[in-house]
């Protein structure tokens, strides 16, 4: 294994192929997509797990910075993956194919 990526190397009639294996992150929720970042995939455990969670609270969770964790959500929200229903203060965070 090198850089923590399983490969295979094979060896046929008219040459050789190499073979690359994904990991996928065991957290990620069972429905995310795979065109999602790691980052994407803890936010949206996160937000699974509680959906008024504020900013702060998973920057101190994923021990990142606020500014990563805006990012990544903007970047799943241009996706339609999460939606903020609500004020900042009391809303909450729909996420695509959870009911409320």
Known sequence: ?????KVDFKE???GFSVVFYRSFDKNAPKNAPNNISK?????LSELIKNNKITYEELSSILKV???TVMRNIS??????LVKRIGSKKG??????????
């Open 12 to 14: 046929g009639k008219h």
């Open 65 to 67: 910075d606020r500014t």
């Open 91 to 100: 809303g909450y965070w729909k996420i695509k194919n959870q009911q409320d």
């Open 39 to 43: 980052m994407g995939n803890k936010i």
């Open 75 to 80: 970047k799943l929200k241009e996706k339609g």
């Open 1 to 5: 294994m090198v850089a923590n990526v």
